[in-house]
């Protein structure tokens, strides 16, 4: 099983849009992802509920999850990533 721990960038935390595109991009993931936060979780990095749910804030620690052996750390590597920039920046 493979692990990351991640402080979540976005100024919001893991709300609406941040949240939104964690969720897609989790899904574009050829590993399953679990995410949790606290003692809060462990779940489907893949259901924008579920992620909404965790009501992760800004700056707070989150932990990725896969038991995929061949893709997991990949996958892991890729969302890590996403969720350390802030998702919530307007694009230039």
């Known amino acids: 099983m493979a692990e990351r721990r991640v402080k ?8 609406a849009r941040p949240a939104n595109l964690f969720c897609k991009a989790a899904g574009q993931q050829p590993a399953k992802v679990t995410i949790a936060a606290g003692d809060r979780g462990p779940v489907d990095a893949r259901s924008i509920l579920s992620v909404l749910g965790l009501g992760v804030n800004s700056g707070e620690e989150v932990v990725l999850t896969s038991s995929d052996d061949a893709n997991g750390e990949t996958s892991l590597d890729a969302l890590a990533e996403l969720l350390a920039t802030d998702l919530d920046a307007v694009p230039s």
Request: charged share 0%; net charge neutral.
């Open 8 to 15: 979540v960038g976005s100024s919001v935390g893991l709300h």
